[in-house]
Structure formats: C-alpha cells, structure tokens
C-alpha cells in the first residue's frame, strides 16, 4: 500500500484548509493587542476598587464638627446637633461613639486615654459641596466655639473620582470583548468565503453543521486564545510598573527596579482568565457565524 | 428507492422560470439507469435533487425510502452519507492529497483512521490510482482526477450512487475504464444513475434511461 508522506496526510485533519483560511498571523496580533487593552482596564478597574476602599473610610465622615469635652452637659450638644440637622446641606448629624473614638485614638493614646477627649460630630452631607471652605464657615456660624474639619471632602471625591474610572475601565472591557467577537466574526466570514467550495462538498457529502461549525470554531478558539495569552503577557510588566507608580497612594514604598517591582500586585487570576475567555468568546463567535450561514444550505 | 412526484424546481426564489416541471418517475433499488438529454435540459439539477443538495420547490422527492418534505433537517446528513456523487466537474479538494480527498467521505461519517486506511486504499487500487496516493489533484491527468471523483464516491459503498457526465472529459479508452466501475458498482447492490451526452457509450452499455428535455422527462424506460 502506497503511504502518503506524514505532513500531507495530517493535512487530511482539516480538509477545509483552515489553517490557511484563518491565519495564524492577523488575527492572534490584533487579539493580542486588544488582549492588552482589556488587561489594562482590568487592572485600572481592580486598581481603583482597592482605592476607594481604602479612602472609603476616610470619606465616610465627610465633615466633622469637635466640641470641647464639657459640652455635653448643658444642653451644647443637643442645641448644636438640632443647628446641624437644620441646615439644608447635611442630611444626617450623629455624635460619633465613644467606642469608636477610642478606636480611632488607640494607635496614639494607647488603651485608655487619660485625657479627656472632645465630643466629635460626624455629618453626613446631603451632597459633596462645591466648596468645602464655604460650608465649613456655614457649619462653624452654626455652632458656635465648635472646630471644622473638612478634609473629608477631598477625600469624597476622590472615591467618586475612583468610582467612576471604575465604571469607565468596565465598559472599555466590554467594548473590547465586543471588538473582540466582531473581528473574529470578519476573520470567520473571510474564512468562509474562501473556503465556500470545500465547505458545500463536505456539507453535500453529509457533514453537520456541528461538524462545519465546530472546524472553525477550535481554530479560532485556539488563535483567539494564543492571542490574548500574548497579549496577556505582554501586559504584565506595564501592570507592575502602574502598581509601582501608584504604590504612595496606597501606603506603600515604590520599587523604582525592575526586579523589586510590585509583582505580586499585578492582578495575576483576573489575568489568567483572560486567555480563557478569549478562546471561548472565540469558539462561540465562530460557531454562531458559521451556523448561521450554514443554515442558507438545503 | 428514489422516487420523483410531480417535481418542480426553480432557482433562487421569486419568479424565476421552472427548470424542471412536473418530472415523475421511479426508479427500484439496485437498478442502473442513464440519464439523457441535451444541454441544459436539467440532467444536473435532477440530480441535484436525487443526493439531496437542492430542495424541490414542488412536489414530492423520494430518496432511500426517506420522503424529504417530511424530514428535519438534522435528518439530512445520515441520509447524504449514503448516496455516493460523481461531479460534473469533479470538485476534488486542491490543498488534499488523492488519499485524502478518498478518505473524506469516511472521514466525515467518522470512521476511525486505523479503519479507513485498507479501505481507501483498495478503492486507489480498484480504480488503478495506488501509485497516486500521496499526489496532489493539480498534478493528475483529468482521465485521474475523474477517477479519483469516483473512488471517492464509492468508498464508503454507498446505497445511491449518481455520475454527472462522469465520462465528459475523457478519450474512449478511459470513458470505458471509468463505465466498466460504475457497472460493476451496480453489479455489486448499488443503485446507480449516470447522466450523459455520450449517445455512443450509451449504446455501447445498454440500459433503461430517463430523457429530459427543457426540464420535461419525455421518456422513460
Ligand atoms: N445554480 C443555478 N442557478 C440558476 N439557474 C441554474 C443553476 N443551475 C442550472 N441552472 C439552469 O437550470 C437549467 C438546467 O440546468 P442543468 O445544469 O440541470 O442542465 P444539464 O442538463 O445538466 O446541462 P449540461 O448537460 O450542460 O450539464 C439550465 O437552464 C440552467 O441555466
Ligand atoms: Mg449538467
């Protein structure tokens, strides 16, 4: 019996000649770029998550009025908490706990302070002010001998500001995702007016449309794939680097060197799920285009 | 076996003209039937119809016991798996060698490799390609690259077998080699039918023939 040499009977795997059809060149590189895109904005999300729950706190209590210790007594507390509740831009004024005040403190005045402390009033506002000077020489007319504190409002806004780059980085991932499909949707329906012949005789000869569809779909899983694993890596060292720019904002000291960069801080299993979803977003891409034309066939 | 009811067939939709009225006829299981008429007169859409390819836009179409207006459509390729086709212009795969543009068929029916091997390379031998195998079509006489249509067409011994000018291309000597198979196919159980415009091998292998002209059957038998 006459053997066909190896390579040209392995070919006989893909009769639709896909490896040509749907190169392994254009389609990995723009996935790949765009892989990169997506891990960005992955990352710029995950970044700005960790943000705000690390301001979160800060923010909580935007403004905050000290009374001295005494107080208490005389009614000075209750006449100053109803001023506060009276004024249009707060929509909430609460002494803050004892037990959280010394919470606060502990770090600096140990388990049990001997001094007396001042009462403190946290203030919910009923929206972030466009000046904080202003309303803080509202409040301070409002109750009188009582200290302003409203660094908070910074604060605030920066977790808003986190907030929205959040929502921002989220839909650019899903911008790119749908990139993603509709390039592959192109590259499979190039794929299949190339190989429009071959795939009318496989169908004629009793091929499935699971079967047609399934072709493409595996090679353009696994291109897709390759793609965003290239794309992948190719975005961790930027991650690592952004972490080390952003790591004062987080309490941390930057590196500086390439090898002391924050690598444990590039968001590594979000990363490895990108060359999954690629694939599979893929596959399903390539099943539904190519379903969809098989179904013109008788 | 195959049966034709009052089948018409246009192409594409709208008003596009008929080109096949009202075509009857039934041909029984095992049987060897040509298939003449002048160019254009609807030898290959007949046949389109017979391996399931076109879709009668009327009327009742019969293939293997299966009456298609009634099928699904996921019934239809078990169904094409057992009809064997002899394109008119062969439509052998380029990027495929001659073994695996045999094997094909088998492939897609998933027979396993081990099995097909001895298969396809019987088929190579009876039809007198074993030297071939490993060759791409482009680099094959058009006598061998008919024959290789037919070895594919054949292997996995398929109930139905249909030719569409299997001969068109070919001197007599291999006109005679490539009718001496399909008879043999028919010998062997296979229902077959062959169309043509070859009156001169028709007369040389007489047999019942359906005549077609301008998408009429005006004989039969
Ligand atoms: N895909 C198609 N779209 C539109 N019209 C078609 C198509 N295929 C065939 N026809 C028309 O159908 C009619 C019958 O064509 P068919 O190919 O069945 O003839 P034939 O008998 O096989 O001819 P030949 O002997 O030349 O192969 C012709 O008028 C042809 O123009
Ligand atoms: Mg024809």
């Known amino acids: 019996m006459a053997r066909p040499p190896r390579v040209r009977r392995s070919r006989g795997r893909d009769p639709l000649g896909l490896r040509r059809a749907l190169s392994d060149r254009l389609l990995p590189a723009l996935v790949a770029a765009m892989a990169l895109l997506a891990a960005l904005a992955l990352a710029g999300a995950q970044g700005a998550a960790e943000l705000t729950a690390r301001w979160e706190t800060g923010a909580a209590a935007a403004v905050t009025v000290q009374l001295p210790p005494g107080a208490a007594s005389g009614g000075r507390l209750e006449r100053a908490l109803a001023a506060l509740e009276a004024l249009p831009e707060v929509a909430g004024a609460r002494l803050m706990s004892e037990a959280r005040m010394q919470a606060l403190l502990r770090p600096w005045l140990g388990e049990a302070p001997a001094v007396a402390l001042p009462l403190v009033i946290e203030l919910r506002l009923a929206e972030l002010p466009a000046s904080p000077e202003a309303l803080a020489e509202q409040i301070a007319a409002a109750v009188p001998g009582g200290v302003v504190e409203s660094h908070g409002v910074w604060v605030a806004r920066l977790v808003a500001l986190a907030r929205s780059l959040q929502a921002v980085a989220l839909a650019a991932l899903v911008l790119v995702a749908g990139i993603a499909a509709a390039v592959v949707a192109v590259a499979v329906r190039a794929g299949i007016a190339a190989r429009r012949a071959a795939i009318a005789l496989l169908h004629d000869m009793g091929a499935t449309d699971a079967d047609i569809a399934g072709r493409f779909a595996g090679r353009a899983g696994l291109l897709v794939g390759t793609g965003a694993l290239l794309g992948t890596l190719l975005a961790a060292p930027v991650l690592a680097g952004f972490a080390d720019l952003a790591a004062p904002l987080l309490g941390r000291v930057p590196a500086g060197s390439l090898a002391g960069l924050p690598w444990e801080s590039v968001p590594w299993g979000a990363l490895a799920l990108l060359p999954l979803l690629g694939a599979a977003l893929g596959w399903l891409t390539a099943q539904a285009t190519v379903r969809r034309w098989l179904r013109r066939l008788p | ?221």
């Open chain 2, 1 to 221: 076996m195959v049966r034709f009811d009052d089948v018409g067939l246009r192409y594409g939709s709208g008003p596009a003209p008929e080109v096949l009225r009202d075509v009857s006829f039934a041909l029984p299981q095992g049987s060897f039937h040509w298939l003449l008429g002048p160019s254009g007169a609807g030898k290959s859409s007949i046949l389109g119809l017979m391996h399931l390819a076109l879709r009668p836009s009327r009327g009742e179409v019969e293939v293997l016991g299966q009456p298609l207006t009634r099928l699904r459509r996921g019934a239809l390729p078990g169904l094409r798996r057992r009809i064997g086709v002899v394109y008119q212009d062969f439509r052998l795969l380029p990027h495929l060698t001659v073994f695996d543009n045999v094997a094909l068929p088998m492939r897609i029916a998933g027979r396993a490799e081990a099995q097909l091997r001895a298969d396809v390379a019987e088929m190579l031998r009876w039809t007198g390609l074993d030297g071939k195998a490993g060759a791409l079509p482009a680099t094959l006489s058009g006598g061998e690259q008919q024959r290789v249509a037919l070895a594919r067409a054949v292997v996995t011994r398929p109930a139905l077998l249909v030719a569409d000018e299997p001969t068109g291309n070919l001197d007599g000597a291999q006109a005679r080699r490539v009718l001496a198979l399909l008879r043999e196919m028919h010998r062997l159980g296979t229902t077959v039918v062959v169309a043509t415009h070859a009156e001169g091998l028709v007369a040389e292998h007489p047999a019942p023939a359906l005549r077609m002209s301008e998408g009429r059957l005006v004989a039969h038998g």
